[in-house]
């Protein structure tokens, strides 16, 4: 799946000099945390999330500043903090730096970004233009709204044995050669030996989460026998 195919269309955007309190406004009316910025052609130039709300003079929620940091923080940095808590428009408080994706960007890019980054929200862009927003929380109704396949749950026991192989073959968590796994209309049956508890949680995750498969049942035993035996 693509950034296009989850993403919100309907995006509720600002322009750099609308007042702080409509911003507010907005967030609350629509239940959103965060909003793209932009120019009058569209352009975006910052995205303004409640984070960039928090410590505000209006609400006595200013940060305080410890002593060492009034004595050693240079002059632009005092600054910047005096205006995200009393500049009165976005341009004042918006985040500057926009990570943004493309429409055509993988879900699994899309997740990474969203992760890596510590970000709720990223714009989506079609030839430099705003054309949607794809948040965690677009992500999560996504993974509601996953279906199994037609295909894959008419899958008889031998192809589904071979899929769960290829998907254990992938893994460089797994040792195969200590696990029988045995296929009957779609309930798996999972006997031997695994180095861990971790790696007994994860084999049953891979298993479960195979199309196809619709029951299973774990008799794999945490200790691999004669392992490191001379």
């Known amino acids: 799946m693509k950034a296009r195919d989850i ?11 609308t007042p702080i309190r409509d911003i507010a406004t907005l967030m609350v ?4 945390s965060g909003l793209p910025v932009l120019t009058a052609d569209g352009k975006v130039v910052g995205i303004l999330s409640e984070s960039d709300l928090l410590h505000r003079a209006e609400t006595g929620t200013e940060r305080r500043q410890k002593w060492w940091f009034r004595i050693f923080a240079d002059s632009a940095s005092l600054a910047r903090e005096y205006v995200k808590a009393h500049g009165l428009k976005a341009h004042d408080v918006m985040s500057r730096y926009v ?14 970004i ?3 980054r510590r970000i709720k929200r990223v714009p989506v862009l079609q030839e430099g233009s705003l054309v949607g927003i794809v948040t965690r929380g677009d992500l999560v109704r996504a993974l509601s709204q996953a279906q199994l396949s037609p295909a894959a749950a008419k899958m008889d026991n031998a192809g589904l044995h071979k899929l769960l192989q290829s998907k254990m073959h992938s893994q460089p968590w797994i040792d195969e050669s200590y696990i029988n796994v045995s296929v ?3 309930v ?11 790696q007994k949680n994860a084999l049953r995750a ?6 196809g498969v619709t029951r299973v049942e774990d008799r794999l035993s945490v200790g ?5 035996a001379i």
Do not use: Q
């Open 114 to 116: 969203l992760d890596n």
């Open 206 to 211: 891979l298993v479960e989460g195979t199309e």
């Open 7 to 17: 993403m919100t269309r309907k995006v509720i955007t600002v322009r750099p000099d």
């Open 188 to 198: 798996v049956e999972l006997i031997g030996f695994v180095e861990s508890l971790d």
């Open 184 to 186: 009957n209309d779609g």
């Open 29 to 32: 009316e629509n239940h959103i």
């Open 224 to 228: 691999v026998p004669f392992r490191g």
């Open 99 to 112: 990570i943004s994706v493309s429409d055509d960007t993988e879900l699994r890019d899309v997740a990474d």
